[in-house]
Nanobody
Framework: EVQLQASGGGLVQAGGSLRLSCAAS????????IGWFRQAPGKEREEVAC????????IYQDSMKGRFTISSDNAKTTVYLQMNSLKPEDTAVYYC????????????????????WGQGTLVTVSS
């Protein structure tokens, strides 16, 4: 059973960068798709990015495209979310999640049922 550990959050000024990591334990990410999600205070959790079990990647929102990149290490033990040109509206707790198969395009209702979630890492972007 895979377990996830998210890290890399912190306080950064607007325009800065952070790289979040989602590390697997108990298993590699073979056959898993891994997603990043975020939840800002008072808001619904939203999808950020996903890397599928086939290696396809998606950045879900137009506001993040060109600024965020998702990638995986060759050993398939860690998935990264590189966030550049950060804005105050990117402030949120960021979570990674994993489940078997290719589900990156299945939609928010499906994402709520993903089997494994990391504990979240807080990103705060100051203006």
């Amino acid at each position: 059973e895979v377990q996830l550990q998210a890290s890399g959050g912190g306080l950064v000024q607007a325009g800065g960068s952070l790289r979040l990591s989602c590390a697997a334990s108990g298993s590699t990410f073979d056959d898993f798709s891994i997603g990043w999600f975020r939840q800002a205070p008072g808001k619904e959790r939203e999808e950020v990015a996903c890397i599928s079990s086939r290696g396809d990647t998606i950045i879900y929102q137009d506001s993040m495209k060109g600024r965020f990149t998702i990638s995986s290490d060759n050993a398939k033990t860690t998935v990264y979310l590189q966030m550049n040109s950060l804005k105050p509206e990117d402030t949120a707790v960021y979570y990674c999640a994993a489940d078997l198969g290719s589900w990156c395009y299945n939609g928010r209702a499906y994402f709520r049922m993903l089997s494994t979630w990391g504990q979240g890492t807080l990103v705060t972007v100051s203006s």
